[in-house]
């Protein structure tokens, strides 16, 4: 099955530096790769996501590279703000596939301090 | 985008009990998935439930433990069973949006149990 890597575990910038999140996967038939964000108490929620048809994807202040060959994902928050504090999760599927689950990975912890 | 409902929303729980968690869609959907996340950590899928069939489990749960109802097309049940201090975490009930549920996984608020 799909096993989904993901650094740092835990990551301290000052607000207006950039973040940068990395993932890696195993399985090379995964297409679909989105990220997710959880404030403290709070459900996940989609921030972005990319398809293995596309290098690169942006909205606003994030965005996401994919590079199929190396098998790895990024995540990239620029001008941080004290609101982007959050856990962060990538995760991984196959979205072709009739059961098309996904795999996150452990998550990092960003802390945007002002 | 879908709305989920989840009930209950938390629960202290004594060891030995079992507590069923309730999930509730505003849309119909073919799949909705149970994941449990223990306290700081990742999202760990423990099954896939279809309406008119047995759920699938992924590798490390068994239906005994976490039984699954999916009575129809908009709602869902999954039953932790025979709880230890173990089995606290936060459980949470999702959905894919999108054609032939492809798109955006979706998260109810989770019901974070407490185990005694």
């Known amino acids: 099955g799909e096993n989904v890597e993901q650094h740092p575990s835990t990551l301290s910038v000052q607000e207006g530096d950039s973040a940068v999140i990395k993932c890696t996967y195993s399985d090379s038939a995964s297409n679909y790769f989105p990220w997710y964000k959880q404030e403290l108490g709070k459900r996940p929620q989609l921030i972005i996501d990319?398809?293995?048809?596309?290098g690169e994807k942006k909205d606003q202040r994030i965005a996401v590279t994919l590079n199929k060959t190396a098998k790895h994902f990024s995540l990239h928050i620029t001008e941080t703000q004290p609101e982007d504090s959050a856990v962060y999760f990538c995760a991984a599927s196959n979205a072709n596939s009739g059961y098309s689950t996904l795999t996150f990975g452990k998550g990092t912890m960003l802390l945007v301090s002002p | 985008s879908a709305v989920i409902s989840q009930k209950p929303s938390r629960d202290i729980c004594q060891r030995g009990t079992s507590l069923t968690i309730q999930c509730q869609v505003d849309?119909?959907?073919?799949?909705m998935f149970w994941y449990r996340q223990q306290p700081g950590q990742s999202l760990t899928l423990i099954a896939t439930?279809?309406?008119?069939?047995?759920?699938?489990?992924e590798s490390g749960f068994v239906i005994d433990k976490f039984p699954i109802s999916r009575p129809n097309l908009t709602f869902s049940t999954l039953t932790v069973s025979n709880m230890s201090p173990e089995d606290s975490s936060i459980y949470l009930c999702s959905v894919r949006g999108g054609f032939g549920d492809t798109g955006e996984l979706f998260f109810g608020e989770g019901s974070r149990l407490t185990v005694l």
């Open positions: 849309s119909q959907v073919t799949m």
């Open positions: 990319i398809r293995s048809n596309v």
């Open positions: 439930a279809n309406q008119g069939s047995e759920a699938t489990y």
